[in-house]
């Protein structure tokens, strides 16, 4: 099983909708979640960091973390096409500082 | 966010030269820098944590003579790669992380290595 779950995709959504993007991880100690967002040739790009149980919101980009599932998520409202990227959930545990990664989910926003 | 900068953005080299790639933290100090590779389609994996003044430490399979890591000051981490084969080209892109523990990190633009 990996430690960072997340389908490869692509999701492809039209433009003005709802991406949802999902990621699960084994380590139950994990503390710290992250969403990234890398463009083709790229390096990745902090969109939303979540540490508590809940929903944190930022402009159009929403978190949502589920501890006791291990499940965390992200919610790109009004979907644009400059949003077609891989978006990479990153994962820190106890004791671990250095991050890991899923393997991406391609997201697709159609004109 | 807080910036980091990497340099050469890219470079190419003939097999069995060495290449150095240079991090930095432009706007705040980082004990910790890490150093991650990433093939085409695949995701980032980490090669190894950067600590300031002490010595690197490597990921399971990675070769620590091959992958010199140097973090000689609180905004300046370097890695080497030494006689670099077409294998090890790839994508290298440093991670520096502001303060202590478990916060965000970021990222540097990243290094294309192409080894002929």
């Known amino acids: 099983q990996k430690e960072v779950e997340q389908n490869s995709g692509p999701l492809s959504v039209p433009e003005g909708a709802i991406a949802s993007l999902n990621c699960t991880y084994s380590d139950r100690g994990s503390q710290s979640f992250f969403w990234y967002r890398q463009y083709s040739g790229k390096s990745p790009e902090l969109i939303m960091s979540?540490?508590?149980?809940g929903d944190k919101e930022d402009g159009r980009f929403t978190a949502q973390l589920n501890k006791a599932s291990q499940y965390v998520s992200l919610l790109i409202r009004d979907s644009q096409p400059s949003d077609s990227a891989t978006y990479l959930c990153?994962?820190?545990?106890?004791?671990?500082?250095?991050?890991?990664f899923g393997s991406g989910t391609r997201l697709q926003v159609q004109p | 966010g807080a910036v980091v900068s990497q340099h050469p953005s890219r470079v190419i080299c003939k097999s069995g030269t060495s290449v150095k790639i240079e991090c930095r933290s432009l706007d705040f100090q980082a004990t910790t820098m890490f150093w991650y590779r990433q093939f085409p389609k695949q995701s980032l994996m980490l090669m190894a944590t950067?600590?300031?003044?002490?010595?690197?430490?490597?990921e399971q399979g990675v070769e620590k003579d091959k992958f010199l890591i140097n973090h000689a000051s609180l905004t300046l981490s370097t890695l080497t790669v030494t006689s670099a084969h077409p294998e090890d080209s790839s994508f290298y892109i440093c991670?520096?992380?502001?303060?202590?523990?478990?916060?965000?990190?970021?990222f540097g633009p990243g290094t294309r290595l192409t080894v002929l």
């Open positions: 991670s520096a992380r502001p303060g202590q523990g478990a916060g965000e990190q970021f």
């Open positions: 950067s600590n300031e003044g002490s010595k690197a430490t490597y």
């Open positions: 979540i540490y508590s149980n």
């Open positions: 990153a994962v820190t545990g106890a004791g671990r500082r250095a991050l890991t």
